[in-house]
Structure formats: C-alpha cells, structure tokens
C-alpha cells in the first residue's frame, strides 16, 4: 500500500529541525508499543495507558511528519512503507536512551559507581595510587576515569564537565569553582651532581641567580611558582629548556643542561643533588577543586570527603 503524504506545515533545515524534535521524542515509546502489537488496545493495555491517549498521540505523530505510519484495518493496524523505517530508527534510539539511561545509573551506584578524578603529573607516581588504595579499603567496588594533566587544563575539564574533582596546585581562586587546601609540598632546587653547589645541604635562591634554569611550560602552575619564587629572590631566571613533566627536567639537570625547581621524586634519581630553599620559602600548596553548585553522586560525595579527610596528611612523608 502506498502511503499518502498528508498536508503539513513546511520545516526549513535549521530550527524546525528541532522543533519537530522536541515534538515527537514524548510519542515514540507510543509509536513502537502500538507498532510492535498492530493493536491500540493490547498496546494501551502493555503499556498502562488510556487507549484514548494512545490514540490520540498516535494521530499527531503522524499529523507532525506529514505522513501516514499504520494502515487502519477494524481494530487492527499495519505499519505503512514509511512506518517501518520511521520503527527502525525509533528502536534503535530508544535502545540508545535505555544504553544511555543504564550508564549513568550504574555510574551513580553508591557501591560500584565511577569517579573522573584528575591530577598532576607529579603525583601519579606516588601521591593518588596511594590514596586510591586508602580508599578502596572501604569502597572496593567504586570504579575510577584518571586523568594526569597540569592545572589549567584539568580545570577547562572540570569547567567542561569531563571531571568530577582534581588535585591541583595552586590552589584556584574562581567564583565558578569550590577549592579547598589539601596539604603543602616543599620545592628543591634540584642541581647536577658535578655542580658547583652540590655539596651544599641549603640554599638561598639568590644564590641561583647567574644559573641557567630548566622548567616546566608557560602555563603549568609549578612554572608560575617557579617564576615568582624567582621574583621574590630577586631576578628573572634564564631559562634554556621547557618542558612538560618533572622527571623529564630532573632528566636534564642530571644532564648538566641547567637547574630546576621541583618536588621531591618518588624514587630518588642518580646524577642530582636536591638542595633545601631557605629564602623565600619554596613551597606548593596542594588542593582539591570542584564546580561550584555541581551536585554530586554518591561515589563522587564519598571520595570528595575522604580528600578532604585527608587535609596535611595528602603526601607521603
């Protein structure tokens, strides 16, 4: 049988498009249960709803395509040519919503849900599979999306909604944002084992100020803290390498190709010598930050108050 096309109003490619969208999503879970039993009845019936109703949406959804879906016989239906297509792609979004739908449920379970969690380069050594295992005691199940960036990325992720939470340094400072101070990493001047200030436990940065530097990017906090601290100490430091991770600079330094301002390493490295700062002091703090009047899921809200448990005690000693 050949469907008749009916009388509709015109939609142009842009805006009606959605228009018509927004139409017909309440009608389609309709469509399908009408379509799969050929019967107003048995499907009003399935689906506990007014046959009325059923048949009601029925005849707009098919006023708003313009076209006709079922053949009317008595009591009975059959699906037209243009039904049957209009049916395949409904299933398969419909199957994609219920996908959809079992996906962030699973990811809100309070047992077994998912946590996207992003940190520094220079904790995933160390620092968070230490605090995973700490927490993992008590949730086992929780599962965990980890991304290791530097802070200003990490936050356009948190902004963009790919992270529920991140460990960063320095601690943000933004109205769109809730931060809240962890614990605080002392920085070394990390120098060639060869280099004339390698036998010294302690120094005075003002003491580094003719050295070449190798640092992190523009961009990544630990190189802001770099420069300020630089600053503070009263000169601008030469920078002959940039780079995007911390043990790549130490890499470097052992190298003899400059020094750096760095935390302490997971692992102590051959060919450096890691030399404390008295003046200024030489610090990090260490914070957690999450999108202000984002709400939580049950896996998120339970890892969020064991970080904050952890204030002073986030680092290994």
């Given at each position: 049988m050949v469907h008749q096309q009916r009388s509709q109003r015109q939609l142009s490619p842009s805006g009606d498009t959605e228009d018509i969208v927004a139409l017909l999503a309440p009608r389609l879970v309709h469509f399908a249960g009408v379509a799969r039993t050929e019967h107003v009845t048995r499907a009003a019936?399935?689906?506990?709803?007014?046959?009325?109703?059923?048949?009601?949406?029925?005849?707009?959804?098919?006023?708003?395509?313009?076209?006709?879906?079922?053949?009317?016989?008595?009591?009975?239906?059959?699906?037209?040519?243009?039904?049957?297509?209009f049916l395949a792609s409904v299933e398969r979004a419909l199957a994609e919503v219920e996908r959809a739908a079992d996906e962030v449920r699973a990811d809100a379970d309070p047992a077994t849900g998912k946590v996207a969690f992003g940190f520094l380069h220079t904790m995933g050594a160390e620092t968070v599979p230490g605090l995973l295992h700490a927490f993992r005691a008590d949730h086992p199940r929780i599962r965990f999306s980890l991304v290791q960036n530097y802070g200003e990325a990490m936050l356009e992720r948190l902004r963009a909604g790919e992270l529920d939470l991140c460990l960063t340094s320095p601690v943000p400072d933004a109205p769109?944002?809730?931060?809240?101070?962890?614990?605080?990493?002392?920085?070394?001047?990390?120098?060639?084992?060869?280099?004339?200030?390698?036998?010294?436990?302690?120094?005075?940065?003002?003491?580094?100020?003719?050295?070449?530097?190798?640092?992190?990017?523009?961009?990544?906090?630990?190189?802001?803290?770099?420069?300020?601290?630089?600053?503070?100490?009263?000169?601008?430091?030469?920078?002959?390498?940039?780079?995007?991770?911390?043990?790549t600079l130490r890499g470097l330094v052992a190298a003899g190709l400059g020094v750096a301002l760095l935390p302490p390493p997971a692992v102590p490295r051959p060919g450096v010598v890691e030399l404390t700062v008295t003046s200024p002091r030489a610090a990090r703090e260490i914070g957690v930050a999450w999108l202000a009047g984002h709400p939580d899921t049950p896996p998120v809200a339970a890892f969020k108050r064991f970080l904050l448990s952890r204030r002073g005690h986030l680092l290994p000693n």
């Open positions: 019936q399935e689906m506990q709803v007014p046959q009325s109703t059923l048949s009601r949406s029925m005849v707009r959804l098919e006023h708003d395509l313009g076209v006709d879906l079922f053949a009317r016989h008595g009591r009975t239906l059959s699906l037209t040519p243009a039904g049957r297509t769109d944002l809730v931060a809240r101070r962890l614990d605080e990493q002392k920085l070394r001047l990390v120098v060639p084992a060869d280099h004339r200030l390698a036998g010294r436990r302690r120094i005075r940065l003002a003491e580094a100020a003719d050295e070449t530097f190798v640092t992190l990017e523009p961009g990544y906090g630990l190189r802001r803290i770099t420069d300020d601290l630089c600053a503070q100490a009263g000169f601008r430091p030469r920078v002959a390498f940039e780079g995007e991770e911390a043990e």
